[in-house]
């Protein structure tokens, strides 16, 4: 008896340390209750490089879809508005050929962004970042304008799901 009595109070014990660890843990959104809905304005573009604000703006709305913690509204109804301001983009060498070891071969993009998520009828700032950056490498094959817009959506998914997940999460 005494045996069995001392394994239920370490398991007892293991479970409140275990139960503890968890206290102010939430599945889903950590946004207000009344935030539920979002409208997504196309982003403004302040960067030099023309038109990358259409295919970031269309990843961070493919990214709420994926989410899920928040419904797409129209700009009337949504509870909050996201404005999103593409800041910077980069190009950074990575890997240069053999033969010609000044033309660099492979390549990372940066778009790196600012963000507020308000509310719609106060303007309140629920959360935002002064720098937030998406990523992703390509190779360069043909002329650099070709190879940036292929690699343009996968710098522009990254971005958007870094700014969906950090405002969604509030991190």
């Given amino acids: 008896m005494c045996k069995r009595g001392f394994g239920l109070l370490v398991a007892g014990l293991v479970l409140a340390l275990v139960a503890s660890g968890c206290v102010g843990y939430r ?6 209750p009344d935030i539920q809905t979002v409208h997504i304005p196309t982003f403004i573009n302040d960067t030099e490089e023309p038109l990358i604000e259409v295919e970031a703006t269309r990843a961070a709305v493919r990214a709420i879809q994926r989410e899920g913690s928040l419904r797409l509204a129209g700009e ?5 508005v ?20 000044a033309a660099a071969e492979e390549y990372r993009m940066y778009l790196t962004a600012t963000y507020e998520l ?11 970042s002064p720098r937030i950056r998406g990523e992703s490498t390509f190779f360069f094959t043909g002329d650099l304008t070709s190879a940036k817009l292929d690699a ?20």
């Fill in 82 to 101: 996201l404005l999103v301001t593409l800041t910077d983009f980069r190009l950074q060498p990575l890997a240069f050929g053999r033969e010609r070891r």
């Fill in 76 to 80: 009337e109804t949504a509870d909050a």
């Fill in 152 to 171: 343009l959506p996968g710098a522009a998914e990254d971005l958007g799901r870094q700014i969906i997940t950090q405002a969604v999460e509030m991190w």
């Fill in 27 to 32: 599945l889903g959104s950590m946004l207000p």
């Fill in 118 to 128: 308000q509310r719609r009828t106060t303007g309140e700032i629920i959360v935002g």
